[in-house]
T-cell receptor, first 114, second 115 residues
């Protein structure tokens, strides 16, 4: 069965430090890949998506992610963390069909220390 | 343009009662998706509906759960005879088409607590 693995349920960084949130997917078929952010008691907001165009995808709020087929990875990065980045981040994958039918990882909670 | 609206935001039910969760998609959207988020888990797909039709219900539990998206009005996720294990956040998303290049927008969710 297809799955998404997010390494690290909690990640803590200092303000201004690099943010790296890891995501690996299991598939031999190239998927569509997404990163969402969820603030407390809010819905999910799309950060960025990969749909087989450029392997380096830029999203909102300074985030970007690189699709690496050889590593089946789609890690999320941001060069300099801001306090407002503290939230939970979900990686998701779709293998076709609609963009609303997604397989989500368990999420990574990002804390940003002053 | 209002986003995806879900109500109620919080719902408390006693075991054995029925829970009705409503989702009004964004204006112009005719595709609706329901997800369940259990504590400390990611979202799990439940069902995909397009006006008056269920397109994919592969994630729906076989019993007690049903969903509809009538021609008029919001989409409804109905849980009959709720049990403690139904306690979760239920999210709805909507999109204007079912195509991969069309973004799905999520609502703020309904947090169901079964006591």
């Amino acid at each position: 069965a297809q799955s998404v693995t997010q390494l690290g349920s909690h990640v803590s960084v200092s303000e201004g430090a690099l943010v790296l949130l890891r995501c690996n997917y299991s598939s031999s078929v190239p998927p569509y890949l997404f990163w969402y952010v969820q603030y407390p008691n809010q819905g999910l907001q799309l950060l960025l998506k990969y749909t087989s165009a450029a392997t380096l995808v830029k999203g909102i709020n300074g985030f970007e992610a690189e699709f690496k087929k050889s590593e089946t990875s789609f890690h999320l990065t941001k060069p300099s963390a801001h306090m407002s980045d503290a939230a939970e981040y979900f990686c998701a994958v779709s293998y076709g069909g609609s963009q609303g039918n997604l397989i989500f990882g368990k999420g990574t909670k990002l804390s940003v220390k002053p | 343009n209002a986003g995806v609206m879900q109500n109620p935001r919080h719902l408390v039910r006693r075991r054995g009662q029925e829970a009705r969760l409503r989702c009004s998609p964004m204006k112009g959207h005719s595709h609706v998706y329901w997800y369940r988020q259990l504590p400390e888990e990611g979202l799990k797909f439940m069902v995909y509906l397009q006006k008056e039709n269920i397109i994919d219900e592969s994630g729906m539990p076989k019993e007690r759960f049903s969903a509809e998206f009538p021609k008029e009005g919001p989409s409804i996720l109905r849980i009959q005879q709720v049990v403690r294990g139904d306690s979760a956040a239920y999210f709805c998303a909507s999109s204007s088409t079912g195509a991969m290049n069309t973004e799905a927008f999520f609502g703020q969710g309904t947090r169901l607590t079964v006591v």
